[in-house]
Every structure is written in C-alpha cells, then in structure tokens.
C-alpha cells in the first residue's frame, strides 16, 4: 500500500523563525513529489520535485528531494504569519502515474 | 479562465437522500479528481477519470457514483447519503503533458445528517 508520511503533524513557531517539514514517502514507481499550501480553501501548488539533491525556490520557501532515502523537506526561512497553513506533500506512483497519495499534513501556526 | 469550479459550495443532506457535485474546468484536461477530506485524514482519492467517457476507482470509492460525459464536466454522485459522508470535497484536473500538477476547486462542505 502507498504510503505518504508527514511530520510534525502541527507545529508553532514566532515569526522570525526557520522552519523544517518533512515527508517521507513508499509508494510503487515513484514518479514524482508534490507540496502544496493549504490556507482554509483549496490546496495551492508549491513546488514539485523528480530528481534527487535538486532544490527549488521560491521566495523564502526552498524543497529538495532524496530518492534515496525517500524523503523530501520543505524550508521556509523568516517566518511570517502569512504562512500559517497546512502544508501538504503528496507523491505520484503506479504505472499510469495517475494518482497523488497524499499525507496528513503539517499545520503551521506562525505567532507574531 | 476560471480554472476549476464547484457547485455547490455547501449542502446540508438528509441520510437516505441524494445529490450530485459539479466539477467543471475550462483548462482542457484530460485528467479529473475527486477527493474528500476530513479532520487529521488528509485528502483521500474518491474516483478519477483520465478521459472522458472514462472513470476509475480511487482509494475510498465505496458510496459514490461518478460519470465523465464531457471532458469539462466530472460528476460525483450520492445516491443514499450516510453520516460518514460528511466531509470536504475538492475536485482537481491536470494536463497530460507537462507539469504534472494537480489544479484543485475551492471545495464543496456537505454536512449529512
């Protein structure tokens, strides 16, 4: 069975602060990993990874993945209460690449 | 270009009643998504369709019916709403080349009483 593992599931921080979530992941023909932020409504696309040690940025949020370990983390420096969310990772597999297994979630509280 | 929309946003059902939820993009996927999500669970994949005219189970299928008749269009459907049905339920398409992302609906709330 897929599975998408997430940790801390919440987590409170000031602002200010550098923030780490991480994911780990066993799914079958992995593919691909996925972050997404989700602020009450829809889920909004962070960033997506496929290959090992490649990190992406945007902004002060930053994710890499290890395919060795099968993990992904996602970075977030100066912390604002902007990002105060829930933070979802979630992987491709199968042969279809069809469909994303996703995690719990890691709700980040972010206090001025 | 107004992405993925739902209708309604949110529905207050009787146990034993019926509905259906609208999902429709205008992105021309070919990839459509249903999922629910509740308190601590996450998103879980309801049904999926990679075309129209197409459907496929996902990983909580039991209780819903969905129907794929136009490409925009992915239908979810209740036929005997129970308790355990209430949730928060997004829909989401994708491309089939490119970035493989995931685009979802603000959400429809349904509450089963």
């Known amino acids: 069975e897929d599975k998408v593992v997430q940790s801390p599931l919440s987590l409170v921080v000031h602002e200010g602060d550098t923030v780490t979530l991480n994911c780990s992941y066993e799914?079958?023909?992995?593919?691909?990993l996925l972050w997404y932020k989700q602020e009450k409504k829809a889920p909004t696309f962070l960033f997506m990874l496929?290959?090992?040690?490649i990190e992406k940025k945007s902004g002060r949020l930053s994710s890499i993945l290890d395919k060795k370990e099968l993990f992904s983390i996602l970075n977030i420096t100066a912390t604002q209460t902007g990002d105060s969310a829930v933070y979802l990772c979630?992987?491709?597999?199968?042969?279809?690449?069809?469909?994303?297994?996703f995690g719990k979630g890691t709700k980040l509280s972010v206090i001025p | 270009n107004a992405g993925v929309t739902q209708t309604p946003k949110f529905r207050v059902l009787k146990t034993g009643q019926s509905m259906t939820l609208l999902c429709a993009q205008d992105?021309?996927?070919?990839?459509m998504y249903w999922y629910r999500q509740d308190p601590g669970m996450g998103l879980r994949l309801i049904h999926y369709?990679?075309?129209?005219?197409?459907?496929a189970k996902g990983e909580v299928p039991d209780g819903y019916n969905v129907s794929r008749l136009k490409k925009q269009n992915f239908l979810l459907g209740l036929e005997s709403a129970a308790p355990s049905q209430t949730s928060v339920y997004f829909c989401?398409?994708?491309?089939?080349?490119?970035?493989?992302?995931?685009?979802f609906g603000p959400g429809t709330r349904l509450l089963v009483l």
């Open positions: 989401a398409s994708r491309d089939t080349t490119g970035a493989e992302t995931q685009y």
């Open positions: 799914v079958t023909n992995f593919r691909s």
């Open positions: 496929t290959s090992s040690g």
């Open positions: 979630a992987a491709y597999s199968g042969a279809g690449s069809y469909q994303l297994t």
């Open positions: 992105m021309n996927h070919e990839y």
């Open positions: 369709s990679v075309g129209e005219g197409t459907t």
